[in-house]
């Protein structure tokens, strides 16, 4: 019989083969993927957590970040219709929408009078819309809410635009992206949001996404725009027709991903780090390991956030069913959800932040995710349309009251950031940011 004195564990709970992964841990060392799969399946979750919180308090100790922020979901008509999602429409269907000008202004204005720093602006892949419609979007809102950054375009718009625009080359799809990023850089883009990458695995794409860009192009796009000084954000939507298996691969993907372009801005790989093989959806990357994890080692500088071209965050978006063709789903429950957190922030050691986006892990859960591995929870949103809340509609709103509640009762100072992660000083709808 085990007793508690011939082996204290067993009352902890604690799982033996999380311990080289904490060895790897607090010496800033990347994770394998079968790591990935021990911690994905390992009972002890506790310890999970508290790795990933120790990860998360070493990069962001004693803070957690929010943002004034707004989204803007400019049409919902869609060329595309990808089995998880219920935010599409067709050209005539009841609630089919595309904004005008005016109507985009607007929400500039509004904007501008909340405070907002950010407008988060995506929609869907209207075959309608000229080219000059995106353009003149931006101008629009440069021009009205000049100080407010545009964090605008998943990467699968961005092919769409290349396509209307008639730039695509199906041979060198990178160089009609790189003039469309250069056009709406032009017109007053900041960075891109990280929406569109699903789950990078050929399976899952042909089962629920199968006429979207795939796991190349996403990542042709994010580099582009990486080399012409955007910043950008990628996401992983899980919980519907993947596996964790998969998940991870993605998150190694992304990994070499950064890797490449933290290696353009100069930081200096790990000799003797793991890099995994097989990794068929993306192309051979050369770059050496970088792991931002580590004691030590600063994040991007306020000086590198301004000559930007790396990913800054990462957000793991839980599947909503409803509405959806995938409606009979469940869905990941809020154990999941934690784990994936927390799975995702230790192995993605090269990415300055993650992200619990509290419209989708509800302010509660995303609270609890800052002691799991998150160190951002998004910020005050306003309208969202791509996911609804149950018995909601579009309206989701958070005050910044509620945010910066959330985050102190979690323990962590709350700091209002910009989309660049500096600090922001506030007076009522007035604002700078400092550095
Ligand atoms: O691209 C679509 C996903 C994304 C569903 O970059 C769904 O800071 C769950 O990308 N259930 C849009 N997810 C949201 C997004 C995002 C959100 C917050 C912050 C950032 C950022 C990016 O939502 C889409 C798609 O991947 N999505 N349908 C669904 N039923």
Same mark, same amino acid.
């Given at each position: 019989m085990t007793t508690l004195e011939s082996n204290p564990s067993t009352l902890l709970n604690s799982d033996p083969a999380l311990i080289p992964i904490a060895e790897k841990v607090q010496r800033g060392k990347r994770l394998t993927l079968d790591d990935g799969w021990t911690l994905y399946s390992t009972n002890d979750i506790w310890t999970v957590l508290d790795l990933a919180k120790q990860v998360r308090d070493r990069m962001h100790p004693g803070v957690a970040y929010y943002n004034i922020n707004r989204?803007?979901? =400019?049409?919902?008509?869609? @060329?595309?219709?990808?089995?998880?999602?219920?935010? =599409?429409?067709?050209? #005539? %269907?009841?609630?089919?929408y595309t904004r005008d000008l005016e109507y985009i202004r607007e929400e500039g204005r509004k904007a501008v009078e909340s405070g907002a720093t950010e407008m988060h602006i995506v929609g869907g892949l209207n075959p309608y819309l000229p080219f000059e419609y995106y353009t003149d979007m931006l101008k629009a809102l440069t021009e009205v809410a000049p100080s407010v950054h545009l964090k605008a375009f998943t990467a699968v718009e961005l092919v769409h635009l290349a396509r209307i625009a008639k730039v695509y080359k199906k041979d060198d799809p990178k160089s009609?992206?790189?003039?469309?990023l250069?056009?709406?850089?032009? @017109?007053?883009? #900041? +960075? /891109?949001? #990280?929406?569109?990458? !699903?789950v990078f695995d050929e399976r899952v794409h042909k089962e629920a996404f199968k006429t979207k860009i795939g796991a190349h192009e996403w990542l042709d796009v994010h580099l582009v725009a990486h080399e012409v000084g955007l910043n950008s954000n990628c996401t992983m939507l899980y919980g519907h027709v993947d596996k964790r298996r998969e998940r991870l691969r993605h998150m190694e993907i992304l990994r070499r991903s950064q890797d490449q372009a933290l290696e353009r801005l100069g930081y200096e790989g790990d000799p003797d780090a793991y890099i995994a093989d097989g990794i068929e959806e993306?192309? %051979?990357?050369? @770059?050496?390991?970088?792991?931002?994890?580590?004691?030590?080692?600063? /994040?991007?500088?306020? @000086?590198? +956030?301004?000559?930007?071209?790396?990913?800054q965050t990462i957000t793991p978006l839980p599947f909503f069913p409803d509405g959806s063709e995938l409606e009979h789903l469940s869905g990941p429950g809020g154990v999941e959800n934690l784990r994936t957190i927390a799975v995702t922030r230790l192995m993605l050691d090269n990415f300055p932040h993650v992200k619990a986006f509290w419209i989708m892990q509800t302010l509660p859960m995303a609270q609890v995710m800052l002691e799991a591995g998150a160190d951002d929870i998004d910020g005050t949103v306003v309208w969202y349309?791509?996911?609804?809340?149950?018995? $909601?509609?579009?309206? %989701? $709103?958070?005050? !910044?009251?509620?945010?910066? !509640?959330?985050?102190? !009762?979690?323990g962590y100072e709350a700091v209002e950031r910009d989309t660049l992660y500096r600090r922001v000083q506030r007076d009522g709808s007035n604002w700078r940011v400092e550095g």
């Open positions: 989204h803007l979901n =400019y049409s919902n008509v869609c @060329a595309l219709s990808c089995k998880f999602c219920e935010f =599409y429409r067709k050209k #005539g %269907q009841d609630g089919e009609g992206v790189r003039w469309v250069e056009r709406l850089k032009e @017109a007053g883009l #900041g +960075s /891109l949001p #990280g929406g569109g990458a !699903e993306s192309e %051979q990357i050369t @770059a050496p390991v970088i792991t931002l994890n580590k004691d030590g080692v600063t /994040l991007p500088t306020p @000086a590198m +956030s301004e000559r930007g071209g790396y990913y349309d791509i996911t609804k809340a149950v018995g $909601e509609g579009t309206h %989701q $709103e958070t005050t !910044e009251r509620d945010l910066i !509640e959330a985050i102190n !009762e979690a």
